[in-house]
């Protein structure tokens, strides 16, 4: 069994003056120890959301979340219950998750157990060192590190817990590119060395690609897809997923110009019937507008919520399968 | 002629400290109808060095060097005259299109206030051109769209509006500053497209500041690279993106994963951090974090020089063909 789980988890959130929005609608994902699972899709579809409700930060109103085999329940006003403590959260701002106040050394050493001061100065010094910093940055405030730095810090304070997994909620943006290579770099060698689940909750796709191991595809509260990595990147199975990858400009100096996505992702509180992704794709048809298709089991560890790849079927490019299907109601 | 020749602009900006050199002597040009790409990590002095073209900068900021628009001198020129030019023929969008836009006023009200001022025209003259300028961007029915506020749209199409309010009176050349960083993937894809429709069909110079190369991939027909306040590298896009002869540009290349490079190779990330204004290493400034650093390096500012068809400001030039 994996060691965090999400099945069909829905999170509600309570709209101002009233009426409800289904952020979340049903969506499950799993990370097991050692692997980097990404979960990509555009702002607004509600992958923050499930990152928060994976660790208990928003309650949830429906589907279940364990990790190690034990319920995650939402955080109340309690401390948070000791066998959470091995599933950890690492926020998007490393320059407002950090107290700007307290040296490096003192932050990280919060996650530690209770030991002598020389017990807590080495510890200090190993996440140091394990997120490449130097030693002598325990004495330091916040503010004397750079944006990549600071993210370091962050990750250091996660890993104090001994943790089996992370999560990380948009851990590179706002950081330069070589900030980001160093950091990409950094989670895998963590993920690799120490055994960790990391979910990766990104926007960049680029970063997501070299890093996950798996990623997952979110739009509109719910999963398209999920896949291994490269075969996913190689041949997208649901077109949500391949407008993402072809949106992705390339640095190459061809002057590739990306495919864009026609439409806005729609108000979460009125979802599209059907398919939710029916009035933005290419390939839609009748079924698409009246009939939900749920997330099937493809060939090749895959997954997809599309009516264009049957339960069972090995992936094939979209476009193919409308075709036929377009091939066949003519002939019928 | 070109249309933009920018020449030894040097911008001192005022500081607790003193006046720190935040842009330290760079020159290009940008011709007509051309997208001209300025790459650099953040803090590298290319949103500056545009803010000082349109006076933008703060008080007691001192900007040396030349800029002719247009055959005009832009450094040194009264700021009424500079207002005047800029928001008219020179104009500008910014990173995040939910602070450019003010959330009191109507779209309407926020077109065509620019366009009765620049132009002089009528209040019901200025709501068709509003409308046409909405429909140019793609802004689906443009007519409810006057009558809405900046919170009724997303990101993508509050980024469309402010690139209208630019085009409202006709600019010939359009400074984008990282138009594209606050929003989704699909959506800069939109924006990108946009750019590249409104140069051809206005026949718009778009100068382009990011710190993506991928974006400047796209659309930029010249880049140039900045590190520290300096041009470093600059040329084409095919020659500074395909072969990149600055080891700055290079690294910055290698950093990025690509999208159809082998999963296994690690990200290669440049050592240290790109110094902050203030404190710029002497010599090359980028020769702290250069392995191909020599002596000469660490004490003499490389000049950029003409090398074949680019610019080049590195005399150890170790990437030459």
Redesign the interface.
Known sequence: MSVLELRDVVVDYERRGGGRVRAVAGASLSVDQGQIVGLVGESGCGKSTLARAAVGLVPTAGGTVHFEGEQVTPLTRRARPRRLVRLQLVFQNPYSSLNPRRTLGSQVADGLEPGSRAERDAGVRRLCELVGLPAAAAQRYPHEFSGGQRQRIAIARALAADPSVIVLDEPLASLDASAQAQLANLLTSLSRDLGLGLLLISHDLSIVRHVADVVSVMYLGTMVETGPTLPLWTLPAHPYSEALIAAVPRPDGRGFLPESLPGEVPDPARPPSGCRFHPRCAYAFDRCREDEPRLVALGEGRTAACWLQPEGSIPAPPADRAANIAGTAAVE | MSLLTVEGLRVRLPTPAGPVTVVDGVSYEVEPGEVFGIAG??GSGKTVSMLALLGLLPDRSSVEGSALFAGRELVAMPRKQLREISGRELTMVFQDPYTSLHPMLSIGRQLTEHIQKHHGVGRGSADSRAAELLADVRIPDPEAALRAYPHQF????RQRIAIAIALACGPKLLIADEPTTAL???????I??LL?RLRREHELAVVLIT?????????ADRVSIFYAGRVVEAGS??????QPRHPYTR???E???????A?EK?????GG??PSPGSIPAGCAFHPRCSFARDDCRSEVPPLVQVGGRRLACPVDPFAT
């Open positions: 990590e953040s997303s990101g993508g199409m989704d993937v699909t959506v800069q894809a939109g990108l497209q590249d710190h993506d190369l991928g974006v400047l991939s796209a659309i896009r095919e020659e500074v993106l395909q690294a910055l290349l950093a990025l994963p690509h999208p159809e490079a999963k690690p990200l290669v990330a440049i951090a790109p």
